[in-house]
């Protein structure tokens, strides 16, 4: 079976590998499946693609690239009980056409009938999602979300269904119009945002700049939460300023949080509420009662042979750009 797989091997190099996959003898506990739609992750692939320096040491390029993936079945091994040939599931699996799987990797089976290019997007909810979790977000709790772009825009989405009474602070303003209608408030960080010091119980924090770092910690009140999903410095010079300084976080007495973490066994309930897989099946859920709204956040979608072209267009923040789909069928 000839495979094509995408591959980062370096800043701006994206390439196509081309490769024969092993197909015919199948462990008894894989499944073998062909791709249907895969969803670009912006933070993490366009930082991979633009060459913002690596989360960790290590070896960064050559890598795969996507991990938002929806496929269909096309065999399975001889001990796989729960998928059969023909069956839609989501997985994480890179950009790829076809795949090979552990069965228990996958992360659930979908319905054929339902909106497979918004079920592709669940999971680019769920950091946002984790993050409202472990901040102890509460309905009625006043939610500052820092950074407009996907994981940001998501974050309103999900506050909002949640009951909390949430702001995005950004200088996406084109976004201001359609989140006020929504019932979101906005705020041009760029601003003066000294009428908001102190405001909020919790703020989430999607972005890297050093700016909106001491803007959250001006905008908690005691004892606020700060959320970071975002990674504090990453590519800009040292700051000037103390990032802890103490007239914030010890007058404060603030609590600050990296977030983003989850269980991704399978466990029961009563041991680990908050699981992958239970986190998931609640964000295809709120798809599909309509809670949330995928179709606000795919801003174009594009034949697989395209992804470079599609980080090129999602790299432009200049405009209302969030995620992009590849179309493998």
Known sequence: MRNSIYVLEDKLVLKTKEEELESETLAADAVL???????????TELAAYQGLPPLRPGKVYPRVVGYCNVARVLRTG???????????????????RYFISKASDIICKLDPDEDLKHAVTAYLYHLAYVALLESGARAGMKVAILGGGTLGYNACQ??????????LFSGQNYLAAELEEAGIGFFDKTGDAAAHAGAFDIVVSTSNAWN?????????????????LGFPGRGQEA???????????YDKQLTIKSVGYVYEGDIAAHDIRFNLRRNMAYLLDLIRKKRINPASIISKEVDATQL?????YLSDRGSRRFTGLLLWQ
């Open 33 to 43: 499946a062909q791709t249907l739609i895969t969803a670009v992750s912006p933070g």
């Open 78 to 96: 001889a001990d796989v009980g729960g998928f059969a040939a023909g069956d839609i599931i989501l997985t994480f699996n890179s950009h790829r």
């Open 158 to 167: 999900l506050a909002a269904a949640m009951g909390l009474q949430v702001t």
């Open 212 to 228: 909106d770092w001491f803007l959250a910690l001006q905008l908690l009140r005691y004892r606020g939460t700060l959320a970071c």
């Open 239 to 249: 700051p000037d300023t103390n990032p802890l300084d103490s007239r914030w976080f």
């Open 308 to 312: 470079e072209e599609l980080y090129q």
